[in-house]
């Protein structure tokens, strides 16, 4: 049974950023081996702790969301205490409700992403069969021009026909 946790945990800040990049790899690779996986990598960067830890007053917070198995757990904790980088880590289960409404958001803007991914496509070919028009109006060859189908929401936006009057001479 998978569960959602977060491991929050602060490095020492003489840390480059290629340890940095090692230790989460490392971390990545212990929870895909149990059958886990990364959610997401938040780095805070460098802060100002609120009490020295080893002699140190700054430390480089991290934050790693996933989802576990209990072994797991067990399985990083371990690896995260004989890590010197690390000066203090937490692995704590994350709110069930809290989980479930980030991931609503997430799909929620996913869709609006895609979606408006869908109408710039469409913008784009609309514009091209207007250039293909014009140029067909100036007598150039022109390939094929594509055909262009419109959204119920799309549709509404669209202007009339524009109907050519008849001038009567007197």
């Given at each position: 049974?998978?569960?959602?946790?977060?491991?929050?945990?602060i490095l020492?800040?003489?840390?480059n950023?290629?340890?940095?990049?090692?230790?989460?790899?490392?971390i990545?690779?212990?929870?895909?081996t149990?059958?886990?996986?990364v959610?997401?990598?938040?780095?805070?960067?460098?802060?100002?702790?609120?009490?020295p830890?080893?002699?140190n007053?700054?430390?480089?917070y991290?934050?790693?969301d996933?989802?576990l198995?209990?072994e797991t757990?067990?399985?990083?904790?371990r690896?995260?205490?004989v890590?010197e980088e690390v000066?203090?880590?937490?692995?704590?289960?994350?709110?069930?409700?809290?989980?479930?409404?980030?991931?609503?958001?997430r799909a929620?803007?996913a869709?609006?992403?895609?979606t408006a991914?869908a109408?710039?496509?469409?913008a784009?070919?609309?514009a091209?069969?207007?250039?293909?028009?014009?140029?067909?109006?100036?007598?150039?060859?022109?390939?094929?021009?594509p055909v262009?189908?419109?959204?119920a929401?799309?549709?509404?936006?669209?202007?009339?026909?524009i109907e050519?009057?008849?001038t009567?001479?007197?």
């Amino acid at each position: 049974m998978s569960r959602d946790y977060e491991l929050g945990f602060i490095l020492q800040p003489e840390v480059n950023e290629e340890q940095t990049r090692s230790l989460v790899e490392r971390i990545e690779q212990i929870v895909t081996t149990y059958g886990g996986q990364v959610v997401r990598v938040n780095q805070w960067g460098r802060r100002r702790l609120a009490y020295p830890i080893e002699h140190n007053r700054d430390g480089f917070y991290m934050f790693i969301d996933m989802i576990l198995t209990p072994e797991t757990v067990s399985e990083l904790d371990r690896t995260l205490k004989v890590s010197e980088e690390v000066l203090r880590h937490l692995i704590k289960r994350r709110d069930p409700k809290s989980v479930q409404k980030e991931r609503e958001a997430r799909a929620t803007a996913a869709q609006a992403q895609a979606t408006a991914a869908a109408e710039s496509e469409a913008a784009a070919a609309n514009a091209e069969a207007v250039a293909n028009v014009e140029a067909s109006e100036e007598g150039q060859a022109i390939e094929e021009a594509p055909v262009v189908v419109l959204t119920a929401e799309e549709d509404d936006f669209v202007p009339p026909a524009i109907e050519e009057e008849e001038t009567i001479e007197a």
